[in-house]
């Protein structure tokens, strides 16, 4: 098992920056292929960015490409969301997540929300005019 645990949400306006880290528990971090989800009032929870276990594959939502990037590294746990270029929609709490299975393939990259086995708690970012 992994337990999850955000950072660095928070309010900001309208063309400012976050960075998001999720930090996870245990030893085996890089067997995890990680994704990040938001979930704004009244709506169903999106993937926002993915990664593979290796961290060379990444998959986005058309309505963050060029704006957000999502990394990881492995020697320090942690999973990182740079978003750049806020918008007022991109209004959320952000979650965190990890899968491990397929675990002998490290180039999938999942972003369903039933793919992923662990979530952390979320964290809000609220972004102003």
């Known amino acids: 098992q992994v337990q999850l645990v955000e950072s660095g949400g928070g309010l900001v306006q309208a063309g400012g920056s976050l960075r998001l880290s999720c930090t996870a528990s245990?030893?085996?971090?890089?067997?995890?292929?990680m994704g990040w989800f938001r979930q704004a009032p009244g709506k169903e929870r999106e993937c926002v960015a993915a990664?593979?276990?290796?961290?060379?594959?990444?998959v986005q939502i058309d309505s963050v490409k060029g704006r957000f990037t999502i990394s990881r590294d492995n020697a320090k746990n942690t999973v990182y969301l740079q978003m750049n270029s806020l918008k007022l929609e991109d209004t959320a709490v952000y979650y965190c997540?990890?899968?491990?299975?397929?675990?002998?393939?490290?180039?999938?990259?999942?972003?369903?929300?039933?793919?992923?086995?662990?979530w952390g708690q979320g964290t809000q970012v609220t972004v102003s005019s």
């Open positions: 997540a990890a899968t491990n299975r397929d675990p002998y393939f490290t180039h999938i990259v999942y972003s369903s929300v039933g793919e992923y086995d662990y």
């Open positions: 990664l593979s276990r290796s961290g060379g594959y990444t």
């Open positions: 245990g030893r085996t971090f890089s067997a995890y292929a």
